[in-house]
């Protein structure tokens, strides 16, 4: 589990279209670095420790799993992204955006050019009036005073003025859905998806516990004989853990995410079984699945045949490599049938074929970005 930090920081910009600057600035940290949980109003100064044009100043609150280190690379990037130019001098000058890190939690970071608390915002009224807007109540780690406190005791005489322009704080995941199901093929990467999701935004993990099921191992080498029981071990399973996990939201995880659906069930099962064992097994399916929550939002992980065999060997179960492509095709087609059928579940498709969302952080994104702005 990655430690969450809460972190707060200063945006600024005098050139350009400066409330757009900053709004682009806040979409890009909602992607880059963590949740935008508060975002201040905007404030109108003159610029400091220079002549130049006016600045507009926000303050914000994100909620991050990246390390110090890596967080001051994000603010830099996104800087850069949005036409930062850094001149080789040490005095302040025009800029369209600047990304300051003022606190993280109530920690204290010595990292190179970084220095957290920032040793300069209790000197700054621009900093500490929208700072103290959205975190009045937090508490300086080394002043040990109250922010609002601290803005009291600030001897910067600069006026600040508050201007009718917003900035939009991003929708995310968790506060649009309660419930969201990754779905695909085996090896598409609904497991590490949902892990990622589950870190990122703090989620309560509903994961298959496939590993647990003795028949696993024993259905890919003898698929006639064991089919049946191991679809039905599957079946109570997936039935108790849902009917338990979804029933119960967690006190600070009111976010779930969960890396199956239980009609996986009877997609697997019209595949591996013969057409009376079938029938039978459809009879059980139909009373449990009324009873289970549906989610938010289906998301379907779409990779072709051969980047599912990829995978499964990469990854280098030993009940896994008999695997064939044609079985693999035939739960693709399984999965399309329940899409084109269940018309009431909110699906999303996403073809990963080309994505590694895994370990190329702007794929991520491109899949949290679907997510996010799907609607049906």
């Not at 000197?123 to 609002?148: G, Q, S, W, Y």
């Not at 969960?258 to 399916?285: H, V």
């Not at 065999?309 to 049938?337: M, S, T």
Request: overall charge neutral.
């Amino acid at each position: 589990m990655k430690i969450v930090r809460t972190t707060y920081l200063s945006l600024g910009s005098n050139q350009g279209n400066r409330q757009k600057n900053l709004q682009d600035a806040v979409f890009q940290i909602s992607e880059r670095i963590g949740r935008v949980t508060k975002v201040s109003s905007i404030y109108k100064t003159k610029s400091w420790g220079f002549k130049g044009d006016d600045f507009f100043n926000i303050c914000m609150e994100v909620s991050t799993n990246l390390t110090p280190e890596n967080l001051i690379k994000s603010t830099l990037q996104i800087e850069t992204s949005l036409g930062r130019e850094r001149l080789n001098t040490s005095s302040y000058h025009n800029r369209t955006i600047d990304i300051d890190i003022l606190l993280i939690d109530n920690d204290i970071f010595f990292y190179d050019d970084l220095k957290v608390p920032h040793p300069r915002m209790l000197e700054r009224k621009f900093v500490l009036v929208p700072l103290a807007e959205i975190a009045p109540n937090v508490i300086h780690p080394i002043a040990k005073k109250t922010i609002l406190i601290c803005l009291q005791n600030c001897d910067d005489n600069s006026e600040i003025i508050k201007v009718d322009q917003k900035i939009n704080k991003p929708l995310s995941l968790f506060e649009k859905y309660n419930y969201i199901a990754i779905e695909g093929n085996i090896g598409s990467g609904k497991t590490s998806l949902a892990n990622k999701i589950g870190d990122d935004f703090n989620a309560k993990l509903v994961l298959e516990r496939f590993a647990d099921n003795p028949f696993l191992p024993k259905f890919y080498k003898d698929k006639d004989r064991y089919a049946f029981p191991l679809e039905m071990s599957f079946l109570a399973d997936r039935y108790h853990q849902l009917t338990d996990d979804l029933a119960q939201f967690d006190l600070f995880k009111s976010f779930i995410v969960s890396d199956y659906f239980i009609f996986k069930s009877l997609i697997f099962a019209q595949i591996t079984l013969p057409k009376e064992e079938y029938n039978l097994y459809r009879k059980m399916f139909d009373i449990m699945y009324k009873e289970i929550s549906k989610p938010d939002v289906y998301v379907y992980l779409y990779q072709g045949t051969e980047r599912l065999i990829q995978n499964i060997k990469k990854r280098g179960r030993e009940y896994e490599k008999n695997i064939q492509p044609d079985y693999l095709d035939n739960i693709h087609k399984g999965y399309v049938n329940f899409i084109k059928t269940k018309e009431h579940l909110n699906t999303l498709i996403i073809d990963v074929t080309e994505l590694d969302f895994v370990n190329n952080n702007d794929d991520y994104q491109n899949v949290l970005s679907q997510i996010l702005h799907f609607s049906k």
